[in-house]
């Protein structure tokens, strides 16, 4: 540009003609210059357009939705289980919307006959304790009836029906004029046909074991099956295990450490205030334990304890207000020593006095709960996939025994750990160190020999148990639930008494890792 000024400046016909072409030239380089930007702009904003940019952001996107999605499972406030060791745990919805049918005809009844008859000494309510009982026992019923209706909006029967029927209960003036209602006409022989049918099912189950057709299934097993109402035949007599197989692997009686803090507890706390319920690490039967001990054992004395917080959904509430509980009220899986009085649990937590809770650790054979955990791992978080589970020993390093570690997610912290068994035996080892009231027994006694078990139990703090032990509840009907129900007991049998289950998935490291680190005392 300096070359054409000069050559202006020096004039003359040729200067003139080259500065003109070479300012040309200049405007199209300008040109040049300005048709790249845009090239540069569009090149600046196409990275959204980009597929492996698109693939990358999806996959991003996917895994922020699964973290979501599981951390709602495993933090959530859902109190049901997975997999063969939660037992029975989902025997009983069908059967609770029954039960609370039939039986509120019962209560409602009595009423009606104390308000007809207030001054009669001879009847059934005797004495203000008898009034006081009864009042319990009409606001439980009231409760799951109001329940049992819901389970019938979500049946889908009938909404005006189902409204009709909650208008009624929601007045006291209502509830004692259903006894008039063409419709409860025939509450007393419903209640009296249901009595009849529990003692024909008492008697019928007695025939069951002595008739029975057991295919050279022992007495034991047969024993168990027949208090779930499990109907045997052949192919299930080939798949069951052997009471040998079982006694080989857990002995012939169960263990239950702890019996002799059970006088302290019962001499500490006011029989009105006692509670039981489960505590145990994931996968180890807590709820199995929550469903036997509610229908087989009874503190009576509960019922006349203070009601619970009534914003509690009805769900967290004690179904039967026999001081059999869902949860240790610091949550069932967390440590004591960081959580027993500090923590209160979302469900089954608010209200209680965590002082007056006594607890039933459950523990299980640290190999099949290794099992356990490579099937639903909760929260714990470690190193492994279907096909090198557990992975004690990291089964990518061949040079060396790298453990796999294990974090943890409990209520008020992360704890991390050397391996799954280095977690189960951290775990157990601090409840043993506790020296408050407890008992532990483990998972596989419940199982196999459940009736002892809960009755133990129950008698620890002095409760009432039943004279028909079940897994059901009772039923004037054998309903899909129990059916249910008895699937995953015969599931779990399956799978805990079969000895060459026990090691599924274990590498040779693994067990001799497991071997040379396992507190055998804990077991």
Same mark, same amino acid.
């Given at each position: ?8 400046? /020096? ?30 702009? /569009? ?97 439980? %019923? ?47 022989? /419903? ?138 009220? %610091? ?82 912290? %992360? ?76 599931? /779990? ?31």
């Amino acid at each position: 540009r300096a070359s054409n000024l000069h050559r202006v400046a /020096a004039g003359g016909d040729d200067n003139d003609s080259l500065s003109t072409v070479s300012y040309d030239d200049s405007n199209q380089r300008r040109k040049r210059r300005t048709r790249r930007s845009p090239t540069r702009r /569009a090149f600046g904003s196409s990275i959204l357009m980009n597929g492996i940019f698109q693939k990358l952001l999806l996959l991003l996107i996917g895994v922020v939705l699964f973290d979501i999605i599981y951390f709602w499972d495993a933090f959530g406030d859902d109190i049901d289980s997975q997999g063969p060791e939660a037992g029975v745990h989902n025997l009983h919805d069908k059967n609770r919307i029954e039960s609370a049918l039939q039986s509120i005809s019962s209560k409602l009844h009595a009423i009606n006959e104390a308000k007809e008859s207030p001054n009669d000494n001879r009847g059934l309510l005797s004495n203000q304790n008898k009034i006081m009982e009864l009042e319990h026992e009409v606001e439980i %019923w009231k409760g799951r009836y109001e329940m049992a209706v819901q389970q019938q909006k979500s049946d889908g029967h009938d909404e005006s029906y189902v409204s009709g029927v909650e208008n009624q209960l929601s007045d006291p003036v209502n509830i004692l004029s259903l006894q008039n209602n063409p419709l409860s006409n025939n509450y007393e022989n /419903a209640q009296m046909e249901n009595e009849l049918s529990i003692v024909e099912q008492q008697e019928e189950r007695k025939h069951r074991a002595r008739n029975v057709e057991r295919y050279g299934v022992d007495e034991h097993i047969v024993k168990i099956l027949t208090a779930a109402n499990v109907e045997i035949d052949e192919e299930l007599a080939e798949q069951l295990p052997t009471w040998n197989d079982i006694v080989s692997m857990y002995g012939d009686k169960p263990v239950i450490h702890g019996l002799e803090t059970c006088e302290a507890y019962r001499d500490t706390v006011k029989p009105e205030k006692r509670m039981l319920g489960p505590a145990g690490m994931f996968n180890t039967g807590t709820n199995l334990l929550f469903e036997l001990m509610k229908v087989n054992c009874d503190i009576k004395e509960a019922r006349y304890a203070p009601s619970v917080d009534p914003s509690i959904p009805l769900r967290y509430r004690e179904p039967r207000r026999n001081g059999m509980r869902w949860q240790a009220p %610091w949550g069932k899986h967390n440590p004591p020593t960081t959580h027993r009085g500090k923590n209160v649990a979302k469900a089954w937590g608010t209200g209680v006095v965590q002082t007056d809770f006594f607890p039933v650790v459950l523990i299980k054979d640290p190999y099949s709960w290794m099992g356990s955990q490579c099937r639903h791992k909760y929260a714990s978080f470690w190193g492994h996939d279907e096909n090198h589970c557990p992975n004690l020993i990291r089964w990518r390093v061949r040079d060396r025994d790298d453990t796999a570690f294990v974090r943890v997610k409990y209520a008020l912290e %992360w704890r991390q750990y050397e391996s799954l068994l280095d977690m189960w035996n951290k775990w157990y080892e601090e409840w043993d160190e506790q020296t408050f009231p407890h008992l532990t027994t483990r998972f596989e006694d419940l199982l196999f020999h459940g009736e002892e078990v809960t009755k133990t139990a129950c008698d620890c703090v002095g409760g009432e148990f039943t004279n028909n032990f079940q897994y059901v509840e009772n039923s004037a009907k054998r309903t899909v639930g129990v059916h249910k129900g008895a699937n995953g007991l015969v599931k /779990a049998m399956l799978q805990y008494g079969d000895p060459s289950k026990r090691l599924t998935g274990f590498t040779d490291r693994d067990r001799r890792y497991a071997s040379k680190n396992m507190d055998t005392a804990l077991m």
